[in-house]
């Protein structure tokens, strides 16, 4: 996964949400390209297989996974998306939950943007190999 675009921009001066928002469709990608890779499925079950992966708990346990596998740069990041202040939480995860998934997509939008898609990669397998599909 390259980027897309050609687009240029100041990753450092992204806040923590923007780079969260950039990430979740990221993560999201990822999620679906592994479902589709393990077996041609209708896609009313893909979405459900998708949907027990791509929620806050599950990315928090995601979180989990890789926090100690990342470089200082990039739990700087994690911990810049995690902390960042939030008005509400979903009524289905906990506040911590909702940080620390916060916390991934800032980091796999981070690391999407800078263009390092080997140590997206990198990441992903290390959560699937903790994830039950």
């Given at each position: 996964?390259?980027?897309?675009?050609?687009?240029?921009?100041?990753?450092?001066?992204?806040s923590?949400?923007?780079?969260?928002?950039?990430?979740?469709?990221?993560?999201?990608?990822?999620?679906?390209?592994?479902?589709?890779s393990?077996?041609?499925?209708?896609?009313?079950?893909?979405?459900?297989m998708?949907?027990?992966?791509?929620?806050?708990?599950?990315q928090?346990d995601?979180?989990?996974a890789?926090?100690?596998a990342?470089?200082?740069?990039?739990?700087?990041v994690y911990?810049?998306?995690?902390?960042?202040?939030?008005?509400?939480?979903?009524?289905?995860s906990?506040?911590?939950?909702?940080?620390?998934?916060?916390?991934?997509?800032?980091l796999?939008?981070?690391?999407?943007?800078c263009?390092?898609?080997?140590?997206?990669?990198?990441?992903?397998?290390?959560i699937?190999?903790?994830?039950?599909?």
């Amino acid at each position: 996964m390259g980027n897309l675009l050609d687009k240029n921009c100041d990753i450092h001066s992204l806040s923590p949400l923007t780079l969260a928002f950039v990430g979740d469709s990221v993560y999201d990608l990822l999620v679906r390209q592994h479902l589709v890779s393990l077996a041609n499925r209708p896609v009313k079950e893909l979405n459900a297989m998708k949907v027990t992966l791509v929620n806050c708990k599950s990315q928090a346990d995601s979180a989990k996974a890789i926090i100690n596998a990342l470089t200082e740069d990039e739990l700087d990041v994690y911990k810049r998306g995690r902390n960042v202040k939030v008005n509400s939480a979903s009524k289905h995860s906990s506040l911590a939950d909702y940080h620390s998934a916060t916390g991934l997509e800032a980091l796999f939008g981070y690391l999407y943007l800078c263009g390092k898609t080997d140590r997206i990669k990198e990441l992903f397998m290390l959560i699937l190999q903790n994830t039950e599909v």
